[in-house]
């Protein structure tokens, strides 16, 4: 029996505020700090392995949230989702984007079908679909291969896809699955359009129009302008357009597409990667067979999710220190920091799914909290943060929690030895200096040159960024993220903060407003 | 007689302490808000305009803020800064990064030189250079055009200037001014040298090395990866490489270089995307003629910011309120939020600006300060981030600070009409709609659907995005942080807190570590 509870009114939570806070500088020195970079490590799928010795937390500490784990039925809440209960309850939907990339627990029928049989059947048509664009049986009306796929979404239809596009563009050219360059079209600033318009052979190039609704305001103007510049290049629009949208959109059964591949209701936005939203441009780009490998990755990692285990469970572990360090600590954001120029976007891809999964001031019954939700994400790639906002991380006046990921090897392979070390040696010996730096940091006289220490970091590190592991990586965020909402009591599958600011621009562009509202209007010259 | 104290001990910060705190939910609805957008509205430099009515102050809280500019002296500080007093104090050197786009006060002269002149001196040699690249004067060994340049830097030799490369890109081409492409190489990962090379033609590309000290390990690194690749290309490095340095860096003589233009120690990283270090890569990229019109901007909004009736100083207001925001109403991040698809990468030139710039817990004497300093800076254009995490922002539960930019115009004019609107009134529309929504809410029965408002923001309004409108914006948030060092009363001009790390990778790069650093290194196949 599931009980959904407010964090502050588990006795767990209670005990969890009373244990002694672990000085982590202290903790972290000589050799008790070796210990721990052995000892508080997990494994993850693909080889990887989330590290969060450099974390404040001791045996007493993860006692305590293995309790709150247990006490807030993370794993059951968990269980209950990916069997197909309602855990959507202020949209009255489903939760089933796990079942995108496998099936975790029961078979979940819902409109009339089994939905894991429907989400691999939109897989395959798409793996069928890129393969004739790949061997020139489905071409532009001129009979020529399509060499640029476009995407136009914005969001989750956006965001999730470019950054994995990102993170496996120079992977794919190494090892010669790279099928055609992808682009994104997603801001309704018409700059955006132009240019990528302007960038590429608009003759050659496949769009692919992503909006679950069909509705998307964004969206649907930015297919016009595409359709306008088709039609001013003389080319027919309808053969160089596909959907991706849910069957009941209105898109879903135009003859202006090419194509239409399917998502629903139950796969959010933001957690549409592995679904067709993803799916379709992927697939397009780099061949079917690398995204059925990315999706691999994310299932194997899901599995790992379902461990009852806590301490055997990264996503579950990774999940309760944060609420430990929002809630207990009290730090208020937390940086995300790949080194890895291949997730260069990645950052701002998890921005998203945890700001807006979990950026609630309501539980799910749609009562007020007293307690702080989800943080403030932030990040870039290292070593590039490192000559930019580190200041700040280092010896500012708040905390930041900081979440590595490194890799042990390059995507490339071209390195060069510059002082007897490669650029990838460099990279690595970064990372694992900056943990040590924030963890321990380094007494000075000179107070300027003073590193108090004490903040936090955990790190994933994987073998390199590759199919798999990349979907392990965004099945390990994914997935702590649903454990924040857990905890937090809040509904992280909805997003009704994104209403108000649609209306009133509905308002705007009616020419239906008034007050301050109507005052910006014209000092913007609408 | 200038006085350097911390800012609880000024009487003006008490006073504001207990100055009534202003309900924004209230005071902007109706006609009382609309007064507000008419009347908290400041002119700013090439035809923009800065707009506080939504942030959370009235009349009241800007007397007091206005007492506090005066005792904290900000008009009298900069006006030392800019004369030459030796204001970064931790690292003894002036702070000249105005004097690069103009004078405005005193002749100053330093290492024997008037440094004025040194400036434009510089920008002129850098303009003769690019006009004979342009002209095929300047030409690689085969006597062809170079066809694109290549930055090599890292912070503040990366985030300026590939920021202002990608806000101005698509204008250079609209107004035929466009001479080359322009990319960076920053990031020590050897997959961003590499990525980069794969995308060019090496043959005809101009690279631009750029380190002040010449000691940068990232760039020397990836110079020597670039120099790798021109000689398996057959090429001469020495014939396709340039560099930007100081005059004391064992680059600056160096015969591997084309030619070398110079900045001093009296800029800072991030304050030196009106030096050579922006002007070389931007002059090549546009036009030297592009690169003046910049300057003129910031120049501009620089005279701007020495006004000395602070109602009437753009940058001094809104640095006043975001230290109201920050030490009085506890706010902890601010969001810096484009109306503009030109400025994707303002946001994290900024973030390094601010955050290296004041994240500091002592005063410029090295004294711990009681309150907070320098916030968390983040952000993404609109409307891009209102399908992410504004819904955070809206709905969660800490009050992050925002800061909106929003023009007027679009940048390449190629628009569309869908439902009655163009693209660019929507993207108008969505931000004006943005401020209401943020700032008054909306109530609903349905909590999960309530927006309780009182979320404050400012913006910055601007006829489009072009060179001029472009160099006040950014000297606009360089003063706005300089003038809250100054109320925070550190030293926004070094960064200590980088340098650890730096030690910490050298130590792990020589095989000299132990403890949690030795494990951690051996995870990561170092």
């Not at 799928?45 to 305590?64: F, I, P, R, T």
């Not at 790949?134 to 989750?156: D, R, S």
């Not at 990279?427 to 004490?454: M, T």
């Amino acid at each position: 029996m599931i009980t959904w509870s407010n964090l502050d009114t588990l006795a767990s939570f209670q005990e969890l505020s009373k244990v002694a806070h672990v000085d982590l500088a202290k903790t972290m020195a000589g050799t008790n700090g070796a210990d721990r970079v052995k000892k508080y490590s997990i494994p993850m799928a693909e080889g990887s392995v989330y590290n969060y010795a450099a974390k404040q937390v001791d045996d007493d500490v993860l006692a305590a949230l293995v309790k709150l784990a247990d006490e807030a039925q993370l794993a059951e809440k968990f269980e209950a989702l990916y069997n197909g209960e309602m855990v959507n309850t202020g949209e009255k939907r489903l939760v089933l984007h796990h079942m995108t990339r496998g099936q975790l627990g029961d078979a979940v029928t819902a409109d009339g079908v089994d939905k894991r049989s429907f989400y691999v059947e939109q897989q395959q048509k798409i793996a069928d679909f890129a393969n004739k664009v790949h061997a020139g049986q489905i071409t532009n009306a001129a009979g020529e291969k399509f060499t640029t796929v476009v995407q136009i979404g914005i969001g989750g239809s956006d965001l999730g896809p470019r950054a994995m596009y990102r993170a496996l563009e120079n992977w794919a050219k190494k090892n010669n699955t790279f099928k055609m360059e992808a682009k994104f079209i997603s801001n309704v600033d018409p700059d955006d359009a132009a240019a990528v318009l302007n960038s590429i052979d608009v003759a050659h190039a496949i769009f692919v129009l992503v909006s679950k609704s069909g509705t998307t305001l964004e969206t649907l103007t930015n297919e016009s302008f595409v359709k306008n510049a088709l039609k001013n290049a003389g080319l027919d629009a309808s053969k160089h357009m596909i959907a991706v949208t849910s069957e009941t959109s209105p898109l879903a059964k135009s003859e202006d597409y090419l194509a239409a591949f399917f998502m629903d209701d139950y796969i959010g936005g933001r957690f549409s990667s592995t679904s067709a939203v993803g799916g379709a441009v992927l697939s397009l780009a780099f061949g079917p067979e690398v995204f059925a490998q990315f999706l691999d990755g994310a299932a194997a990692e899901d599995k790992l999710a379902q461990n009852k285990d806590v301490m055997k469970n990264p996503e579950m572990i990774d999940a309760l220190i944060g609420v430990y360090e929002r809630n207990v600590l009290g730090y208020p954001s937390t940086a995300v920091l790949p080194y890895s120029q291949a997730l260069s976007r990645f950052p701002a891809h998890l921005q998203q799914v945890d700001m807006e999964s979990n950026g609630k001031s309501v539980n799910r019954f749609g009562e007020p909290v007293n307690y702080p939700t989800g943080p403030v994400i932030f990040g870039e790639p290292g070593t590039n943060g490192q000559h930019s906002f580190y200041q700040l991380l280092h010896q500012g006046t708040d905390i930041v929690s900081l979440q590595f990921v490194g890799f042990k090897n390059s995507q490339i392979g071209s390195d060069v030895v510059i002082q007897d070390s490669t650029s990838q040696q460099k990279l690595c010996a970064n990372v694992a200096a900056q943990i040590v730096a924030f963890a321990c940091g380094k007494s000075d006289d000179n107070r300027n040159k003073n590193f108090e220490g004490g903040r936090p970091s955990s790190i994933i590190i994987g073998e390199d960024v590759n199919p798999k592991t990349l979907g392990a990586l965004l099945s390990h965020f994914e997935n702590k993220i649903m454990f924040q909402g857990f905890l937090w009591n809040v509904n992280s599958f909805d997003q009704e903060g994104v209403q108000l600011g649609k209306v009133l621009a509905k308002r705007v562009l009616a020419h239906e407003t008034d007050g301050a509202l109507q005052v910006f209007s014209d000092l913007l010259n609408i």
